[in-house]
Structures are given as C-alpha cells and as structure tokens.
T-cell receptor
Framework: GENVEQHPSTLSVQEGDSAVIKCTYSDSASNYFPWYKQELGKGPQLIIDIRSNVGEKKDQRIAVTLNKTAKHFSLHITETQPEDSAVYFCAATSDTGRRALTFGSGTRLQVQP | GAVVSQHPSRVICKSGTSVKIECRSLDFQATTMFWYRQFPKQSLMLMATSNEGSKATYEQGVEKDKFLINHASLTLSTLTVTSAHPEDSSFYIC??????????FGSGTRLTVV
C-alpha cells in the first residue's frame, strides 16, 4: 500500500516569512495529492490539492509543487500570518473517490507574531 | 461547496456502553465514506471504507464487531462503537466522496470513555 512521509514534524517561523513542508510517497500509481489544515478539535480542511498531470498549483499565498519522478510534493506558504498556525497534513491516493487517502504524519506550524 | 455534517461533536460514555456517531453529506450523494481515528498529536488512521448498500471494508487490526459501520443511504453513514472501553477514547472523523467534490471531512467526534 501507499506510504507517505512528511517533514518537518514542527516548524516555527516569524510572521511574514515563508514556510515549506515536504512529503514523499511510495506508490507510483498515486495521482492525487491534497493538503489539509487541521485546527485543534476540528476536522481537516482542504487548503490546496494537485493532480499528477500538473507540476505546480498556486492559490494566493499557498502553492504546491509535485515531482512525480522523485515522488515528492511540497506545500509552500508565503507571507505567513499567525492564523496560519495549525497542523498541516499531506495525503495521497491512487483512485480518487473510491480509495481512501493515506496521510502523512503532520507538521505543526507555529507562526510567531 | 460540499458539506459533511458529523454528530455528536463530543460524547462521554461509560465503559461497556455503545456509542453511535453519524456522518451526513448535506448537499451531495456520498458514494463512498471513510472512517478515521486520530489519537492526540498523531495522524489520521483509516479504520474502514464503506460504500452505500454494501458491507464496510475494515483495515487490518480494526475489529469489525467492535466498530460497526452502516452506510444505508447515499447521505448517511454511522459508526457504532460497541462495548466501549477507555482505550477507545479518541477523535473519530468521517470523510465522504461523491461526484466532483473530492474528499470532504466531517468536523470530528471526540469520544471519551470513562
């Protein structure tokens, strides 16, 4: 089955700086890679996703890059704000909709004001 | 956008009793629903996958007789934790897929067994 590794486990940045979180996956058949933000006591919220036919996607301050050859994808958050502080999870799956997502271990992002 | 409603958000029960958690897709038909369990400061671990009208598929190590999943309609799936024990205390999260909406997650249920 799929295995997703995520680094770092914790990340502390100053407000306004950029944050980068990296994930690698094992199953070359995986074709959908979402990123979720989870706040304490809440369910995960999708912040951005990318499919295997695209190398990069951007939505305002958030971007995701995908390298299929190396089997890794990264989340980039620019101009971080204190409200970006949360736990971020990457995930992967090979059969969008019918197969469950496999999650990374999570990154706790702390944005210092 | 797609919305998944999960209830209750918090529940405390006595050891040995059963607890039912509901997961509803409000504005789309959920052909597949997933149930996850999350322990403090850990990732989401898949418990089972259910398709409407068929039996759930459980992940290795998850007791199907303890965690009963019913996906009787395209908008409702339930997870019943039977004979709950303190070690079942956790955060349970459902996710639903259907149509063009990808994976939508519920808000989670914090189960505490005392």
């Amino acid at each position: 089955g799929e295995n997703v590794e995520q680094h770092p486990s914790t990340l502390s940045v100053q407000e306004g700086d950029s944050a980068v979180i990296k994930c690698t996956y094992s199953d070359s058949a995986s074709n959908y890679f979402p990123w979720y933000k989870q706040e304490l006591g809440k369910g995960p919220q999708l912040i951005i996703d990318i499919r295997s036919n695209v190398g990069e996607k951007k939505d305002q301050r958030i971007a995701v890059t995908l390298n299929k050859t190396a089997k890794h994808f990264s989340l980039h958050i620019t101009e971080t704000q204190p409200e970006d502080s949360a736990v971020y999870f990457c995930a992967a799956t090979s059969d969008t909709g019918r197969r469950a997502l496999t999650f990374g271990s999570g990154t706790r992002l702390q944005v210092q004001p | 956008g797609a919305v998944v409603s999960q209830h209750p958000s918090r529940v405390i029960c006595k050891s040995g009793t059963s607890v039912k958690i509901e997961c509803r897709s409000l504005d789309f038909q959920a052909t597949t629903m997933f149930w996850y369990r999350q322990f403090p400061k850990q990732s989401l671990m898949l418990m089972a996958t259910s398709n409407e009208g068929s039996k759930a598929t459980y992940e290795q190590g998850v007791e199907k007789d303890k965690f009963l999943i019913n996906h009787a309609s395209l908008t409702l799936s339930t997870l019943t934790v039977t004979s709950a024990h303190p070690e079942d205390s956790s955060f349970y999260i459902c996710s639903a897929t259907g149509g063009l909406y990808g994976y939508t997650f519920g808000s989670g249920t914090r189960l505490t067994v005392v």
